[in-house]
DNA sequence: CTGCATCCAATATGATACTG
DNA sequence: CAGTATCATATTGGATGCAG
């Protein structure tokens, strides 16, 4: 880390500030909105199907789980086996690689919610300082 | 984490996985496109003006970077102090809260980045066996 | 059951103009 | 400089129907 204080893409020669590093779409599919539970999901229950994690990843649609879930096999951190059986069965479970992203993401997420109490007082502070109760879900 | 492998929210008695999980949002404001490479930059850049950040994170525009200061702000993990001067000058900060946070979300940043070539290679068996070349930018 | 295609609604984001 | 307001657009997300 130079003193420009913005060389943090390892190898690269462009950092994650800049839309042109390739880490940065990963980044989105990890942290993202859906990334993020499915991998917690995986992360705690092992091999799920389809349909498991569906249920366990509480409001994502089919279309949702689907399209995120290619992504994270896309990006080597879930691995997808179908099963030429009738009716078909699809088991879906971390890579290790996917198990060491989940690790660093799951400290984080556990790291925030134990927060949550400081983090739901400065939110109080906030909206009454700012006279505006309803702001943001 | 008992068996039903469900509840990771510590004190409260839903999951991150439900919608109602209050962490949720947090989480969101924190790993979010904008929101992750905003606290990266205050981690490595100290305390910052809003246009440094600006420039700092590449492509984030005026609206999208005072929305997410907003948030963080909120959420206690920024901090914006304002000088009367003229012109006016804000300096925003990571608050104790918020350097924890970007600690471990940069220990995930990091190991992502690490792990690109790997991430890379899988994309590519990924595309060439499906067929997909340009998919998913 | 697994999952893709399609259509429609909701949201997020971006460009621009304007204010203190 | 540091934002806010507004409008247009892009992307996301959800519901439904269909296929292997």
Redesign the interface.
Known sequence: ?DST??Q?????DFD????LC??R????D????WG??TI??LR??GTLRFNELRR????VSEKMLSQTLH?L?????VSRQAQPTNPPRVDYELTP?GQ??GE????????????????????SR??EKHGDPG???
Chains 1, 2 share one sequence.
Do not use: K
């Not at 943090?8 to 690269?12: A, E, P, Q």
């Not at 366990?56 to 409001?59: A, C």
């Not at 660093?104 to 939110?123: F, H, K, N, Q, S």
């Open positions: 880390m204080g913005q943090i893409c390892g190898d690269f994650v500030f800049s839309r390739p880490s779409g990963t980044l989105e990890v942290t993202g909105r993020s539970l917690g999901a705690e229950g366990r990843v509480d409001g992504a096999e896309r990006d080597g951190l690689l060491e992203i660093r993401l799951l400290a984080l997420i556990e790291l925030v919610e134990g927060r949550m109490p400081e983090v739901l007082t400065a939110r906030y909206d702001a943001r879900a």
